[in-house]
């Protein structure tokens, strides 16, 4: 017995008719759609059809469609479902972290974006007058990694004056 024999029989015709009033009775109410008065003339770029969505004007029956704003559609269904709370909460934690270790992680000496010097971010002619400056811990209150090595800075200026009198600098 194939689908087409079935239809009929399963779809009386009173039920046709009831579920075909419900919906013309439906749709009657509230303001009616009227287009736009301002219509573009043929030398004037722009649309040629302009109509106003009228989600968000509450003097339309039912103005609003569900998630047409993206703040709509991350919290439409926040009154019922509050078990999702945590998880905006440490969704916005994370990214606060996260921009902070991309931040701090661009401070460090290793990362080399300004290509605008002949030597690297690491090179001590470069870094000699502010590498105790530059960050190493994330935590270090007592700023142990912030204060001038005298013996290295002269054991590296005598590194770089041999590295130039041998030619490799």
Known sequence: MSLSSLTPRLVSRACLQRILI???A?????L????AAKQLTVNQ?????????VSRDKRYANPQKLGDTPIRFLVRRLGHAYEIYPLFALTGVWFV?????VYYSFEKMEIWLDRSHETAPWDWERIRNNYWKKPTLA???EGITHRR???LEQLQDEMVEAAKSRGTR
């Open 22 to 24: 419900i919906r013309q």
């Open 26 to 30: 439906s749709g009657g109410h509230g």
């Open 32 to 35: 009616d759609y009227k287009p």
């Open 45 to 53: 770029t722009g649309f040629f059809k302009y109509e106003r969505d």
């Open 97 to 101: 972290l996260f921009c902070y270790v």
């Open 139 to 141: 935590f270090d209150r």
């Open 149 to 151: 090595l005298e013996i």
